[in-house]
C-alpha cells in the first residue's frame, strides 16, 4: 500500500500541464487544482484529449486520497468510541476507590470471548492492563491510564477533525476537476460556452450561455460528471449555482 503522504508530492510532479495551483495546498500538503475558466487560452495548441487526460489522471488521484482518507476515519471512528469507554470505567474505579471508606469492592462483567462473559469482584483496584497494539499489554496505576487514555482521546478526536477537514477539501477539488473536465469536454463537442453570467468570481457555474437553456445544460453536466457532483456543486457555490 503506497503511503498517503507521497501522493500529494506525486501528483505535482507527475502532472506535464500545470493544472494544480503553485504553493497552494491544505494542511496535508494534497494541492488545489485550478479552475479552466478560459479553455481557448488553457490548451494553448495542446489537443483537448490531452488536456482532459491530465484533469482525468488527477481526478483519480483525488480518489485515491480520498479512499485513504475514507478508511483511516473509519478507523478512528471505531478507535474513539472504545478509548472513551475505556477512560469512563477507568474514572469510574477511581471515583469508587476514593469514595470509599476502607476496603471497597466493584461486580464487574469482562468479556472472555465474542458472546461470552463471566462476573467477577474486584477489590481494592489500584491498576489496570491496557491494550498497546500489536499483542502488547502493559499496567498502570489507575491515574497513569487515566492521563494516558485522556491524552490519547484528545489526539484520536483532533486527528478525526483533521480528516474530516481534509475530506471536504478533496471534495472541492473533485468537484473543481469534474467542472473543468465538463468545460473542456463542452468545448470540444461544440456545446455552449459555459461561463457565469452574474459575474461572481467565486462562482464556478452560474447559468449557461444565453444560447442554451440552463435545464439542458444540467442534463448535460450531470450525464458527464454524475449527479453527486452537481449537488457538491450546488453546496459548495450556494445560491448562484442553485439557479440552476
Excluded at 502532472?15 to 490548451?43: H, L
Excluded at 478525526?160 to 468545460?183: G, H, P, R
Aim: proline share 3%; hydrophobic share 40%.
Amino acid at each position: 500500500c503506497r503511503p498517503l503522504c507521497s501522493v500529494p508530492a506525486r501528483i505535482e510532479a507527475t502532472m506535464g500541464k500545470n493544472i494544480v495551483q503553485p504553493d497552494s495546498s491544505n494542511t496535508r500538503g494534497i494541492p488545489r487544482v485550478i479552475f479552466v475558466e478560459d479553455v481557448a487560452a488553457f490548451i494553448d495548441g495542446d489537443t483537448i484529449d490531452d488536456s482532459v487526460k491530465e484533469f482525468s489522471e488527477l481526478f483519480s488521484k483525488y480518489k485515491y486520497m480520498e479512499r485513504s482518507l475514507l478508511l483511516k476515519k473509519a478507523s478512528l471512528e471505531t478507535k474513539v468510541p472504545e478509548i472513551r469507554r475505556s477512560l469512563d470505567t477507568v474514572e469510574f474505579m477511581i471515583t469508587k476507590r476514593d469514595s470509599a471508606d476502607g476496603e471497597c469492592e466493584i461486580d464487574s462483567r469482562f468479556e472472555i470471548s465474542d458472546s461470552l462473559y463471566a462476573n467477577a469482584k474486584v477489590k481494592s483496584p489500584e491498576s489496570v492492563c491496557l491494550w498497546l497494539g500489536a499483542n502488547v499489554m502493559v499496567e498502570y496505576s489507575l491515574e497513569e491510564a487515566q492521563q494516558l487514555l485522556a491524552k490519547n482521546l484528545d489526539a484520536a478526536e483532533r486527528q478525526l477533525q483533521d480528516l474530516n477537514k481534509d475530506l471536504e477539501f478533496l471534495n472541492e477539488q473533485l468537484t473543481t476537476t469534474q467542472v473543468s473536465i465538463l468545460f473542456l469536454s463542452a468545448y470540444s463537442s461544440g456545446f455552449p460556452t459555459l461561463h457565469c453570467r452574474c459575474a461572481k468570481a467565486e462562482c464556478l457555474l452560474c447559468v449557461i450561455s444565453d444560447s442554451c437553456p440552463s435545464t439542458a445544460c444540467v442534463r448535460f453536466f450531470a450525464s458527464r460528471t454524475g449527479a453527486g457532483s452537481l449537488v457538491r456543486l450546488r453546496s459548495l457555490y450556494g445560491e448562484c449555482a442553485r439557479k440552476l
